[in-house]
């Protein structure tokens, strides 16, 4: 593994009202691959803080404004781990993690080695890990590995956008969201890459088990509802499927559809 990375990008949302939420756990979100902290700040942190929850979304190292780009080619999931540990600890009290898309393996790869007060993954990685999710993508639409491929965040053009969006948007994604969503792309590590296609997030966790919600969304092309119920088939939950969204449900304009499903799983614990 490499060393601790002190120095992570952090966005944070306080919830205005203190009556009633000091026995509210605080939410750390955990973004996918390819982005960073940013897709959790335009609605889920400052919706998740007006409902009394003290919000926070870091940036892996090697995203966003985090450090590490220079060893991002080298960094694994168990080092990213390490980056949600890291900022956990800092936190007054042991947050509930939310993970979406490689963020989710990150979490399971936490259930399966730390204790976790409780967890979300939001259209995850499945158990058979990425080759057979590729295998799939390359029989439905060959573009669009051939885009990830050579995928170059310094070298954006329209027909790359295009190709690539509807895996990740559906049609009905604002303009002005899928611009800024564009200025956040960025590379990511073959080293996770590789870890996500030998399954290093899969294994169970310890006996007693985490609190756990599992969710995706009906039009993900990537995490696909299938991949969602093995996951949760794994973990031995059932799978909530929110309608009409896509993979990035959080940016998408009915992205309470899901917040509110986490709200009510978090109303629970």
Known sequence: MLPIEP???????????????????PLLFVHGGYCDSWCWEPHFLPWFAEKGYAAHALSLRGHGRSRGHQTLFVTGLDDF??????????LPSPP???????????????????????????SPVPPSGLL???????????DHLLRLAQFDPTRMTTHVLEALRPFYFSE?????????????????????????SLRLH???????????????????????????????????????????????????RKWEKPANEILRWLDTL
């Open 7 to 25: 120095n992570l990008e952090i966005r944070s949302c306080a919830p205005k009202r203190t009556n009633g939420n000091a026995r509210k756990p």
């Open 81 to 90: 781990a390490a980056d949600v540990e890291h900022v956990a600890a800092g």
């Open 96 to 122: 509930v993690l939310i993970g979406h898309s490689m963020g989710s393996a990150i979490v399971e790869r936490l259930m399966a080695t730390r204790p976790v007060r409780a967890a979300a993954l939001l």
């Open 132 to 142: 057979p999710m590729a295998a799939r993508l390359a029989t439905e639409s060959p």
């Open 172 to 196: 009905d994604v604002a303009p002005a969201v899928l611009a800024e969503a564009t200025a956040h792309l960025c590379s990511e590590s073959p080293r996770a890459l590789l870890d996500l």
């Open 202 to 252: 899969w294994q169970l966790p310890e006996r007693g088990g985490t609190p756990l919600l599992v969710l995706g969304a009906e039009g993900d092309r990537i995490s696909n509802p299938d991949d969602v119920r093995a996951t949760a088939r794994h973990h031995g939950v059932e799978a909530k499927i929110v309608p009409g969204l896509a993979h990035m449900l959080m940016l998408e």
